[in-house]
């Protein structure tokens, strides 16, 4: 089984920077390498797709809204993804879920549907 924990989330003012990390835990997890996203929900809104990863982690996929100012990054030997976001904007506010893939799907995808495994999520609130 693979358990999935967000941190970093916060109160930011605009302009400002927060990154958030999914930490994976979970006896499958240390063996393999995981297809890994960020998704996000704001209040009153269907989830939505932020960035994704592949296993590997050579190859990314960026919401186009945010693709200027969000990074995503993995660490696997620690069994961590990251999301830089920087320059944030109100309508950046909503909590952000950290997600996996299966084991044989080691491409990145923006489709919650294609993801098996996810995190509680992390509020983030923009705002001055």
């Known amino acids: 089984q693979v358990q999935l924990a967000e941190s970093g989330g916060g109160l930011v003012q605009p302009g400002g920077s927060l990154s958030l990390s999914c930490a994976a835990s979970?006896?499958?997890?240390?063996?393999?390498?995981?297809?890994m996203g960020w998704f996000r929900q704001a209040p009153g809104k269907e989830r939505e797709f932020v960035a994704g990863?592949?296993?590997?982690?050579?190859?990314?996929l960026v919401r186009d809204s945010v693709k200027a100012r969000f990074t995503i990054s993995k660490d696997s030997a620690k069994s961590t993804v990251s999301l830089q976001m920087n320059n944030l904007q109100p309508e950046d506010t909503a909590v952000y879920f950290c997600?996996?893939?299966?084991?044989?799907?080691?491409?990145?995808?923006?489709?919650?549907?294609?993801?098996?495994?996810w995190g509680q999520g992390t509020q983030v609130t923009v705002s001055s």
């Open positions: 979970g006896r499958t997890f240390r063996t393999y390498n995981f297809a």
């Open positions: 990863i592949s296993q590997s982690g050579d190859s990314t």
């Open positions: 997600a996996a893939r299966g084991l044989l799907q080691p491409g990145v995808s923006a489709a919650s549907g294609e993801y098996r495994y």
